[in-house]
């Protein structure tokens, strides 16, 4: 019993040692939004993190159209038209906040329930689109990728829109992230996994772990080493659970880590 106890307690240090604490992250990459900056690197909307993300950068205007289009699960796409459409430049080295907003608003089809008003801007803050963003909205300021960070993570938490007929949206009950990325939060404690459970209902499959009641594929995540702990987490659903995104419960600072890797 003792060798097993020391053994156990050897392999949790080793565990440990492979978590990050979010506020290193923060202090040698400048990251304000670590937890929204994260989740669209483990979505593929925003790559970057954590290596060679630069949250003060300008977002150049056809890297944002490019990244924005992935918030709905498109990618590769030729962007030319589009491109044209708002007359930019597919070299210009920044978008502004203000074009932003109204690119956003087409991509998820939102200019379509706007009615007559002109306005993006009060449209945009009524519908939670600009909260936290940080940026005059209504000028041509270049956009950071901070900033554009803040703006896609407002947009997956609308509520997406679906057509009922010609030139007919109502809203629908999931939000842009769930209706389009097929992408859910949870909560829960990870009661087991392929070697392991506390919660008297037996082990996983290989590459499998049980939250609470629920079973999920491991992903690229490293959440079969969190047996006990209590975690938020994010997990693409079609047809099989599997998760992106997982940290630890954050009741005490120095026990948040974002484990995706």
């Given at each position: 019993m003792k060798k097993r106890i020391i053994s156990l307690l050897i392999a949790l240090s080793t565990v440990i040692t492979l978590f990050v604490p979010?506020?290193?992250?923060?202090?040698?990459?400048?990251?304000?939004?670590?937890?929204?900056?994260s989740l669209m690197a483990a979505l593929n909307i925003v790559p970057g993190y954590p290596s060679s993300y630069d949250a003060e950068a300008k977002v150049s205007a056809k890297d944002f159209v490019s990244f924005a289009y992935r918030l709905i699960g498109i990618d590769n796409m030729n962007i030319s038209s589009f491109m044209k459409k708002y007359d930019l430049d597919e070299e210009s080295d920044t978008i502004g906040a203000s074009t932003a907003i109204k690119i956003i608003l087409d991509i998820i089809n939102y200019d379509e329930i706007m009615g007559n008003t002109d306005n993006y801007f009060n449209f945009a803050s009524q519908m939670g689109l600009t909260k936290n963003v940080g940026v005059s909205l209504n000028s041509s300021e270049p956009l950071t990728y901070d900033q554009m960070v803040m703006l896609f993570w407002n947009t997956l938490d609308m509520k997406a829109l679906k057509l009922d007929g010609i030139n007919s949206y109502s809203y629908t009950d999931e939000t842009v992230m769930e209706h389009y990325l097929k992408i859910y939060e949870g909560k829960g404690v990870v009661n087991a996994n392929e070697t392991a459970a506390i919660d008297g209902r037996g082990t996983t499959g290989i590459g499998v772990v049980r939250?609470?009641?629920?079973?999920?594929?491991?992903g690229n995540t490293i959440t079969e080493?969190?047996?006990?702990?209590?975690?938020?987490?994010?997990?693409h659903d079609d047809n099989e659970k599997t998760l992106r995104w997982i940290e630890t419960n954050k009741s005490k600072k120095s026990d948040r880590f974002c484990l995706w890797q």
């Open positions: 979010s506020a290193v992250v923060h202090a040698e990459l400048g990251i304000k939004n670590e937890l929204q900056v939250i609470d009641s629920e079973e999920y594929f491991v080493h969190l047996i006990g702990s209590n975690v938020k987490f994010y997990y």
